[in-house]
């Protein structure tokens, strides 16, 4: 049932996507919030680059435990930010779809261990990147007084 329901946001996001001109959602957040949520990028980039780079020497040890820093327990982390709440649905849905992506690197790495297959993988989660970057900017909220 809860999957039928992320599936359909998912589907009503997409086909809304479709109608809309790049980068034309907003998100609004503090500028402690932005800082924050730039260093989540900043570390899925560095990690991204740590992952390719193992990949490229066969060191599938290496991308299981890179790939692990970015998989779920990173939002968990993020979560102690507090902003998830106010967050856009499809926002918190693709970037978890990221962090599962990673995940799923990090054990098929360690169960199967084939780089090709790893690539592939990790190809299809930085799709997840790019769609997120291609929807969304960032506005900055002016704090209350
Ligand atoms: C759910 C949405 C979302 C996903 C998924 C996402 N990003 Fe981002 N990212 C953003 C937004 C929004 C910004 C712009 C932040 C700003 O301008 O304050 C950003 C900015 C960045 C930046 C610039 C950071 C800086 O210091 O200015 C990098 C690098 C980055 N993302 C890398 C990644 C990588 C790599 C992935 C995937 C592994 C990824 N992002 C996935 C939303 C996302």
Do not use: W
């Not at 856009?88 to 098929?108: C, K, M, N, Y």
């Not at 199967?112 to 990790?122: A, E, F, M």
């Amino acid at each position: 049932m809860r999957r039928i329901l992320v599936l359909s946001l998912m589907a009503a996001s997409l086909s809304a996507h479709a109608r809309e001109p790049a980068n034309s959602r907003v998100v609004e957040l503090s500028e402690g919030e932005r800082a924050h949520l730039k260093q989540e990028m900043r570390a899925l980039l560095t990690g991204a680059q740590a992952i390719l780079d193992a990949l490229a020497r066969r060191d599938m040890r290496g991308v299981t435990r890179h790939a692990g820093k970015l998989g779920s327990s990173m939002t968990r982390q993020v979560e102690r930010g507090n902003f998830c709440n106010r967050l856009p649905v499809d926002f918190l849905l693709t970037g978890q779809s990221v962090h599962q992506g990673f995940d799923r690197i990090a054990r098929d790495a360690r169960a199967i261990g084939r780089p090709s297959h790893t690539l592939n993988q990790l190809a299809a989660t930085l799709n997840h990147c790019v769609r997120c970057h291609a929807t969304y900017r960032v506005s900055v909220r002016r704090e209350s007084p």
